[in-house]
């Protein structure tokens, strides 16, 4: 059943250059919708309702923030002013739209019309809704829940109920993106949703500290949906690049080469759960579908599994086994969750601090609960990128596998355990034909995995097959568009393939996304050494040296002074590569390099040999042009038929 409809809200207001449907909480500037936080989006409803009058805080402090929610009222109301003119490129000082009146309140000075408003793009929607009363004009529709619902009722402090809610959250979506996905597909004038992405779901809560959860949700939901849905589904990365955005929706779609759009937020108030989503085709900036739903937290996750499976079965169209498993994971304490989810944040940070955290929270999630797969992954992960710095290749190795390996023991559908155990493979054991297994093996179980793909095609590239390594690539940066990881690893690709010109465009793009974003700038340096671009390189290290103490950075840099006939410094760069192995674990290979940049071709091969000892990782060693003044000498190439990696000159 459709909610009660209130006529009114079916209005538009056109003020300037920017029109506001009433009826959904729209904002759009000459025709184009903007992207709206949900506080900015109905103080504007309220403002444009009373335009022309004064509304004074007080009265926004009661139509605002519910009786019984305890936040500071004036920084939050201040903080919706503020964006709320960002949007509308409005002059505090010189107003056009919002004037304050202070220690009063506000009202809306521009000339408004109010016209009749078109009706509802968006299909009927599921008969799961509850009633809605009409209410307050002045507030939000219950319709306009689709697009910033009004879900500030109580902190999302119950952990275990995001779970549930997240667990019907990606079968209702699936549900209906089933429907729509067959209906397009069959209609005369429209298309098929082939691609989608979730934009980081609202946590409406006014309690400070929820980001992590926020983000751990957005990050499960789109895991989910990746695994089930006959889509491209973006990925995380390049998704939460757009949280707290005003991006309009067909830009942010345009930027990620998707055609659909899925929106919303969670919350829960006292015993009730409150789920609002929408479907866009964000090509047209047209609804697909839009509910709320308000729900007894014991009773969501049950109803939302039965209308999964009803409408799929309708369709004749099957959850796997995998999303079906995950409707009825429920039996997690929260305090496990959160502390996964805080892995997760930090791990997601990519530097040293980061990832020592994330491996504690991981850590702590299996002290909780030893039969959550999730955390040995994290836990894997961790070990797999370094963490802790104080052990060798071989101990990190050890570790990551055992982790990855009890993950699976639990969950043997788990891609990114697949995918972690691949790169052990390929990385710490030269298990070459065991690495691809594993990263097919990712690949299969979910197609959508941008890590996968992307680890495959690095993997690809130091076995020399560069035509199939482009393609692993190009499907990883579709998948994940925004990622600085996946860009700059599709440059270091060109770069291994002596491609130095499309190389730098990668790395340069990704350095306008993120100008501090270090692994780019040390292969952009890596690259002009090869184009004889000597002082460009050695300026790159020094730069990127002061912003991460990293042994490898600091032994490129010594390579690079080397190659530009600097050798007094890479002497130099040597010693301090020898005083920072005292307090962390260095690299024999970062000596080698030193060493092949010095042209002591024997020093470079006995430290390389060293390096072989210890099971370091070796792979870029067969392929990368900085070891090709090693590649004539027989020593050389004894070494990487031991390894099992291509022998000979790498072609151009």
């Known amino acids: 059943m459709r909610p009660a409809r209130n006529d009114s809200a079916d209005e538009v207001a056109v003020f300037g250059r920017f029109q506001f449907e009433f009826s959904t909480s729209h904002l759009r500037k000459d025709g184009t919708r903007l992207r709206v936080e949900d506080k900015p989006v109905r103080l504007l409803a309220l403002l444009l309702r009373r335009a022309g009058r004064v509304v004074t805080r007080e009265e926004l402090q009661t139509l605002l923030w519910p009786p019984g929610i305890h936040v500071d009222y004036e920084h939050g109301l201040n903080?919706?002013?503020?964006?709320?003119?960002?949007v509308l490129s409005d002059d505090p000082e010189n107003p056009k739209f919002i004037e304050t009146l202070p220690r009063v309140g506000y009202r809306f000075i521009g000339p408004v019309q109010i016209v009749a408003g078109r009706e509802p793009t968006a299909p009927a929607a599921p008969s799961v809704s509850h009633e809605v009363q009409p209410h307050d004009p002045a507030a939000p529709s219950p319709d306009s829940s689709a697009r910033q619902p009004d879900l500030v009722s109580t902190p999302l402090i119950k952990t275990q109920t995001r779970r549930w809610i997240l667990a019907g959250l990606a079968a209702t979506i699936l549900a209906i993106l089933s429907v729509l996905v067959l209906k397009q597909a069959n209609a005369r004038h429209s298309h098929a949703i082939r691609s989608l992405a979730v934009l980081p779901l609202r946590d409406l809560s006014p309690a400070p500290g929820q980001e992590y959860v926020a983000d751990g949700i957005t990050e499960e939901l789109i895991t989910s949906l990746a695994q089930s849905l006959p889509?491209?589904?973006i990925s995380r990365t390049s998704v939460m690049r757009y949280k707290q955005t005003s991006e309009p929706i067909t830009q942010i779609a345009r930027e990620l080469?998707?055609?659909?759009?899925?929106e919303g937020a969670v919350a829960r108030a006292g015993?009730?759960?409150?789920?609002?989503?929408?479907?866009i085709d964000a090509t047209e900036d047209r609804h697909l579908w839009a509910q709320s739903y308000e729900r007894d937290f014991g009773d969501f996750l049950g109803m939302e599994a039965e209308l999964s499976r009803e409408v799929t079965t309708q369709i004749g169209h099957n959850l796997s086994v995998r999303q079906q498993s995950r409707t009825t994971q429920v039996h997690l304490d929260p305090k496990v969750y959160e502390l996964y989810l805080k892995g997760r944040y930090f791990w997601n940070k990519r530097s040293d601090e980061g990832m020592e955290k994330a491996a504690e929270y991981f850590q702590h999630a299996i002290d909780a609960d030893p039969n959550y797969p999730q955390a040995y992954v994290g836990l894997a992960d961790c070990y797999l990128f370094g963490q802790p710095r104080t052990l060798p290749p071989k101990a990190l190795a050890i570790k990551a596998k055992e982790m990855a390996n009890k993950a699976l023991a639990l969950d043997d559908s788990l891609g990114e355990a697949h995918a972690t155990l691949g790169l052990i493979a390929e990385n710490l054991e030269w298990d070459w034909g065991g690495a691809e297994r594993e990263y097919k093996q990712a690949i299969e179980l979910n197609p959508n995995y941008a890590t996968a793909h992307q680890w495959y095609g690095?993997?690809?590239?130091?076995m020399r097959r560069l035509d199939e390594s482009f393609e692993q690539l190009k499907i990883a940066r579709e998948l994940d568009p925004l990622s600085l990881v996946v860009i700059k690893d599709s440059g270091e690709v060109y770069y291994l393939a002596r491609k130095y010109d499309q190389a730098v465009e990668f790395f340069r793009k990704t350095l306008d996304m993120d100008s501090q974003f270090t692994p780019a700038r040390r292969f952009l340096a890596m690259t002009e050494l090869q184009q004889g671009k000597f002082s460009d390189a050695v300026a790159e290290l020094r730069t990127v040296r002061q912003q991460d103490d990293n042994p490898d950075i600091l032994a490129e840099l010594g390579f690079a002074c080397?190659?530009?006939?600097?050798?007094?410094?890479?002497?130099?760069v040597l010693r301090d590569l020898l005083f920072m192995a005292r307090r962390r674990?260095?690299?024999?290979?970062?000596?080698?390099?030193?060493?092949?940049g010095l042209g002591d071709r024997d020093r470079a091969i006995e430290w390389l040999e060293k390096s072989y000892r210890e099971h370091a990782v070796l792979g870029e060693l067969g392929v990368d042009p900085r070891w090709d003044s090693l590649r004539p000498d027989p020593r050389f190439d004894d070494l990487m038929k031991r390894i099992g990696l291509p022998v000979g000159q790498p072609e151009k």
Do not use: C, H, M
């Open 79 to 86: 903080k919706s002013v503020n964006k709320l003119r960002f």
């Open 231 to 233: 889509l491209r589904v």
């Open 257 to 262: 080469g998707v055609e659909a759009i899925v």
């Open 271 to 279: 015993d009730r759960v409150k789920v609002t989503l929408q479907l």
């Open 458 to 462: 690095e993997y690809l590239a130091l």
């Open 562 to 572: 080397a190659l530009a006939g600097r050798k007094e410094e890479a002497q130099t």
């Open 585 to 596: 674990y260095t690299p024999a290979r970062d000596y080698a390099l030193i060493y092949a």
